[in-house]
């Protein structure tokens, strides 16, 4: 049977109707990634006898089927999130041979929730990038299209899910790490808001923007898996306390009722400079919003265009804090003979990190150093609060807020890495979300000339990912199915 | 130069790092504790591991807090963790989590009395919390790093520049200590690295209004070695002066082998620790509920017992100030008052005769030999005449080898004074008769000789004769 | 475009060894980024409260009960060098 095209709610059933079981699923998918990864890297580790052994035990636990809400579910971690006995390399040679410790508490969730571990996927080092070609170990490709890259940071996340090697990956999103890969991919791809999911255990980059999320096929498997992942657990102070809705609950016909009326919120003058094919693709899905019931609202958002400076500054400067502990003394990749401890220093770190890495270690030093730090982190923070004000006023006016989530299509391998802004403009439909704090979701509205998937990004208040999954939901009813998913084997991609 | 405080003045200012009495770390559930062996308590919280998160330990801030109220601080009600940046082995994160901008307490102050009597009070600038770091330790092949005491809670407590000698330091540092110990905030053991002090010295001519140039010092790991070091420093900085050199900004260490400061090998560069707001937790929120609570639940504190003992026991500033500096002497003290009735010369006894004999053979009154009941007991020998004063010191001596009871000794020994008037007529009698030339001189008018009668009285009696007793019968016999 | 001074001093705060190559580079690159974010200083935010990214209801305490670690070896076996339970650096002090 082919397990590759089956999405959460299919395995699950399955599994109730005693269709197949979970080694079944495990085994088949472990075998499709090692023929056909080798294209793709989108894994960076899998241990098919630990994640059998974990599916044999699921099994064991059959009757307790009800109680385990993602029971035999093979979930694919993005590796700068640590699972114990698993590497935990964030791609970078400074933990080239790092094994994690403890497990994060996202995942320790999901595993309570019966789920599997089946590998872990490839990023750009340290989730600092827009393309995976980042990553200390090598590129992934793009399953829709094997030249061109699936989006990052999380693109191994994307990439896995995309190629019908996991029906669902955990990513994380600072400044669109989540949402823009799954746009490039065709998949839903899930920022919740800040304080939803806990952080423990996630390799840090920007400590006020990070968000560990899912990577899936269906809004209904995005819902399923964040509302097992999310919550407090305690030990992120970080995280806020409100209980996690069951959001799988109201995804049926009781949300079409729902979304009736609400009203989304376009700001038009964002949209410039966008791919044409986009743009027209992104007002096709509004112009469906809009079948569903919803009501458009023009919405400002002034202060949205400084979001790439804000976030520059911002995300630097708590990355090359977060970036400290990796000295080369505790853990981690140390440089042979070094001459005395400045130089263990400077040569392990200098020699471990890669250049994207190293770049915005330094943008962030300096941003934080003095005489800098008012006129850098410190007014790069008065500017965050006055995009946090945008969407408070937007969101008295709409319940959420829709663009593209990528201003573009999957690029080429090699085509944006001269020039870092170009690259970093590739966020920037996404950044303003983490810099506010407020979840959003991408789900895919079609494909280009090229058969390049497109996403549309929806945004929300916070805590109100309810309502984004209860549209997002509607509209994926409205919209049906993709073609060419390579998933479902299509010519260029990688499950068949 | 020869006295330095005569053309110069002394201006210290004491920073102290105090660990706090909790059983986890500050921001990690990891147990502290000291003496484990090397990376026994340690999580991966505080031992930086990627990944990982602070979460403020509860009692850590009540401690705080309570060290506030006690020092008499201004306890804000927001405040905000920072990260203050550098590398180092024993810094796993390559930050400390620290207080910057806006520390926990502001203002404050300590008072205390020095030995001529008079009381000082300093001011303090700060106290703020932060996280302890691990240790280095040298070996031939390289350096051990041990993270036990990564991530232990500590307060830092910051004066202002107002201590004028080192006699003032000591005792700012013992006052300090001892509210610490009293309020159950820190164990206070330098030796053991749990409360700790860097100094800031300059020196400046007399009247001048600008500070010198200022010199820390670092590595001071004893009472003793505070004030050596300060008065080393001071003689150092004037001789350089006097000799036309300027006083350089630097870092230096006491070594206590040489018994000199000597300049750390420190970068010279002035560090940049990038300080910022932790992300990683929301400002620090101290309510007045929890101010308010604290402070009913405050032990009685060195300062009011110091108080109450010079009501209660009408004691002077200075020996009141002495009998409170730890919680356990001054229990010991008000044993001993309260059981022999006689304030005064309990505090004699206990200042005069029992300190200095511990501090000689290196104890604390937590291993007194003496115990404060014995010690009653013996002050009331004395009252009731039991026993002579000049005896009862021969009997303490014997009371501190042997840890007995007053009245086991002077038993054993036969040391009761003897204060029958019959008795000591009757050596008295003796004496006189024996003594006829000494009587004729006293009679013509020589009064002085009425010691020597006394004088054979106590030699014939081994000394315990009640002297008074004996004098008086003297003169009855003498003068007829 | 930074100079050569500015970088090593950054590179220098940063511990990061730098090639004369990557010198380069990051003169250009970092000197790109930061003319980019120049535009923030036209920027009116003298008024603007205090940015707050963390939600009302998180809390940030636990309480004093000390937990020992699982394994605490486990957190040594990542350690490039280690002895007798400490972590090891070479003669690089002094």
Not at chain 1, 375 to 392: C, P, S, T, W
Not at chain 2, 82 to 111: M, N, W
Not at chain 2, 186 to 196: K, P, S, V, Y
Request: glycine letters at 8%.
């Amino acid at each position: 049977m082919d397990f590759n095209r089956l999405e959460i709610l299919d395995l699950l059933e399955g599994y109730q109707r005693k269709e197949f079981s979970p080694s079944e699923v495990a085994q088949s998918l472990l075998t499709s990634i090692e023929k056909k990864d080798g294209e793709i890297r989108s894994f960076l580790q899998v241990r098919p006898d630990v994640t059998l052994d974990a599916a044999r035990a699921i099994e064991k636990r059959s009757s307790e089927i009800q109680k385990l809400p993602l029971y035999g579910v093979p979930i694919a971690i993005k590796d700068n999130i640590l699972v114990t006995g698993w590497q935990a390399t964030a791609a970078s040679k400074i933990l080239k041979n790092y094994v994690a410790p403890f497990t994060a508490m996202c995942v320790e969730r999901l595993e309570s929730a019966g789920a599997l571990i089946l590998g872990k996927t490839n990023l750009d080092e340290f989730a600092m990038g827009s393309s995976t070609e980042n990553s200390g170990v090598a590129p992934t490709r793009n399953p829709w299209k094997t030249d061109r890259v699936p989006g990052g940071s999380s693109g191994g996340s994307a990439a896995a899910v995309a190629a019908g090697f996991a029906p669902a990956s955990l990513g994380t999103d600072t400044g669109g790490s989540i949402r823009q890969p799954a746009s490039l991919c065709g998949l839903v791809g899930v920022k919740p808001t800040y304080g939803r999911v806990s952080r423990f255990g996630l390799i840090a980059f920007a400590s006020s923007l990070d968000q560990a999320g899912p990577l899936t096929r269906s809004v209904w498997d995005a819902a399923r898996v964040l509302e097992c992942m999310a919550g407090y657990g305690g030990k992120d102070a970080t995280v806020s306390r409100s209980v996690v809705p069951k959001y799988t609950e109201n995804l049926n016909e009781s949300a079409f009722g729902t979304v009736r009326n609400l009203r989304v919120g376009i700001c038009t003058s964002w949209l410039e400079g966008v791919d044409p094919e986009v743009r027209t693709a992104f007002e096709a899905a509004v112009e469906k919003l809009k079948e569903l019931g919803m009501r458009p609202v023009e919405v400002e958002l002034p202060n949205v265009k400084y979001a790439l400076s804000t976030y520059y500054l911002v995300a630097t400067s708590e990355a090359s804090s977060n970036l400290a502990r990796f000295d080369g003394v505790h853990y981690g990749y140390r440089t042979p003979n070094p001459k005395d401890l400045d130089d263990l220093y400077c040569r392990s770190r200098g020699e471990g990190f890669g250049p994207e890495v190293k770049l915005r270690i330094m943008l962030g030093t300096y941003a934080l150093s003095a005489g800098y730090y008012d006129a850098y982190y410190g007014k790069a923070n008065q500017v965050r609060r006055l995009i946090q004000q945008d969407f408070e006023a937007a969101f008295e006016k709409c319940d959420v807020i829709a663009s593209p989530t990528s201003p573009t299509t999957a690029f080429k391998i090699g085509e944006k890495v001269s020039d870092p802004l170009t690259m970093y403009l590739s966020d920037i439909f996404t950044l303003p979300a983490n810099l506010a704090g407020i979840p959003g979701i991408s789900v895919p509205v079609g494909v280009d000339s090229a058969k390049l998937p497109i996403g549309m990004q929806l945004m929300g208040r916070h805590f109100d990912e309810s309502t984004l999954f209860q549209v997002a939901y509607c509209y994926e009813r409205r919209r049906g199915a993709l073609a060419n998913a390579p998933w479902r084997g299509s010519k260029s991609g990688a499950g068949a | 130069m020869k006295n330095p405080l005569e053309k110069y003045e002394v201006v210290i200012g004491l920073e102290v790092h105090a660990q706090l009495l909790t059983k986890s770390k500050m921001f990690s559930e990891a147990p502290n504790q000291f003496g484990a062996n090397p990376n026994e308590m340690i999580g991966p919280v505080c031992s930086g591991q990627p990944g990982s998160l602070p979460i403020i330990n509860q009692t850590a801030i009540d401690l705080g807090v309570r060290a506030g109220v006690a020092l008499h601080c201004k306890i804000h009600e927001e405040s905000v963790f920072a990260r203050k940046h550098y590398f180092y082995p024993d810094l796993p994160k390559g930050y400390q989590i620290s207080q910057y901008e806006r520390p926990y307490c502001t203002g404050g102050y300590v008072e205390f009395a020095l030995k001529d009597g008079s009381v000082r009070k300093i001011n303090l600038v700060r106290i703020h919390f932060e996280e302890d770091a691990g240790k280095s330790t040298h070996a031939s092949h390289g350096t051990l790093v041990d993270l036990n005491r990564a991530g232990v809670p500590l307060i830092e407590i910051v004066s202002e520049p107002e201590m004028r000698s080192s006699e003032e330091a000591g005792q700012y540092l013992r006052k300090l200590r001892s509210i610490l110990r009293y309020a159950n905030i820190c164990d206070g053991n330098m030796e053991q690295g749990n409360f700790r002090c860097d100094a800031n010295v300059s020196i400046r001519l007399h009247g001048a209004k600008e500070f010198g140039t200022r010199v820390e010092l670092k590595n001071i790991n004893s009472f003793r070695y505070v004030e050596k070091a300060i008065d080393y420093e001071v003689s150092r900085q004037a001789d350089a002066l006097e000799q036309g050199e300027k006083i350089r900004q630097e870092t230096r260490g006491w070594n206590a082998v040489k018994g000199v400061t000597e300049i750390m090998r420190e970068k010279e560069m002035a560090h940049d620790y990038r300080y910022f707001p932790d992300p990683d937790l929301p400002p620090l929120v101290i309510s007045p509920q929890l101010i308010q609570k604290i402070t009913t639940e405050m032990p009685e504190l060195p300062d009011a017992k110091r108080i109450r003992f010079i009501e209660e026991y009408q004691l002077s500033e200075y020996n009141a100030d002495v009998l409170t500096n730890s919680q356990e002497l001054a229990d010991f003290y008000e044993r001993v008052a309260k059981g022999s009735g006689n304030a005064k010369s309990a505090a004699n006894w206990v200042m005069n005769e029992l300190l200095g004999r511990l501090n000689a053979v290196g104890k604390e009154i937590d291993d007194t030999p003496v115990s404060a009941e014995n010690l009653a007991l013996l002050v009331k020998n004395v009252d009731s005449d039991k026993i002579s004063g000049k005896i009862a010191k021969t009997v303490f001596d014997e009371m501190f080898a042997s840890g007995k009871s007053p009245d086991a000794i002077i038993a054993e020994k036969g040391l009761v004074q003897i204060s029958d008037p019959a008795a000591l007529e009757a050596v008295v009698k003796k004496i006189i008769e024996a003594s006829p030339s000494e009587v004729a001189g006293y009679k013509s008018g020589k009064t002085k000789l009425l010691g020597f009668f006394v004088g054979q009285v106590m030699k014939e009696t081994k000394g315990q004769a009640n002297p008074g007793l004996v004098n008086d019968l003297v003169k009855k016999h003498l003068d007829g | 475009m930074l100079s050569r001074d500015e970088v090593l001093k950054i590179a220098r705060l940063a511990k990061l060894s730098l090639t004369e190559k990557e010198i380069e580079f990051y003169q250009q690159r970092l000197g790109r980024i930061l003319t980019y974010v120049e535009e923030l200083n036209a920027l009116a935010t003298a008024d603007t409260s205090v940015v707050r990214t963390i939600p009302k209801d998180a809390v940030a305490f636990r309480e004093d009960r000390p937990i020992p670690f699982g394994d605490v070896r486990e957190l040594l076996k990542n350690a490039p060098a280690s002895e007798a339970d400490s972590f090891l650096l070479p003669q690089v002090m002094e």
